[in-house]
Nanobody, 125 residues
């Protein structure tokens, strides 16, 4: 089970930190990803991190503004979002990909098995 938290309403230029707590799986052998879906749009990859945290990937539109991290001792993955823009408004989902090898995490939604229920992020202009 994956449970996201930390969403909310923020003004443009502001920051939010999303958290995703995992249970019922061996968290340390899963790559973790964040995806988002805005109204009327397809679900979009945002960021991903491999099991050890040494391999990270971001969609170009968030590079330099968002930071993904994980704490395997707490079974939690985070997404720190700075310099938020109205176009970042979406429901944000965390997802888990079984990937015990120390390789790059997946960037496609189809590569992820477990999903959270999502948390709304709204950025006002």
């Amino acid at each position: 089970q994956l449970v996201e938290s930390g969403g909310g309403l923020v003004q443009a230029g502001g920051s939010l930190r999303l958290s995703c707590a995992a249970s019922g799986l061996t968290f340390s052998v899963y790559a973790m990803g964040w995806f988002r879906q805005a109204p009327g749009k397809e679900r979009e990859f945002v960021a991903a991190i491999n099991r050890y945290g040494g391999r990270i990937d971001y969609v170009d539109s968030v590079k330099g503004r968002f930071t993904i991290s994980r704490d395997n001792a707490k079974n939690t993955v985070y997404l720190l979002m700075n310099s938020l823009k109205p176009e970042d408004t979406a429901v944000y989902y965390c997802a888990a990909q079984y990937r015990p090898a120390d390789t790059r995490p997946g960037t496609s939604a189809g590569q992820y098995t477990y999903w959270g229920q999502g948390t709304q992020v709204t950025v006002s202009s």
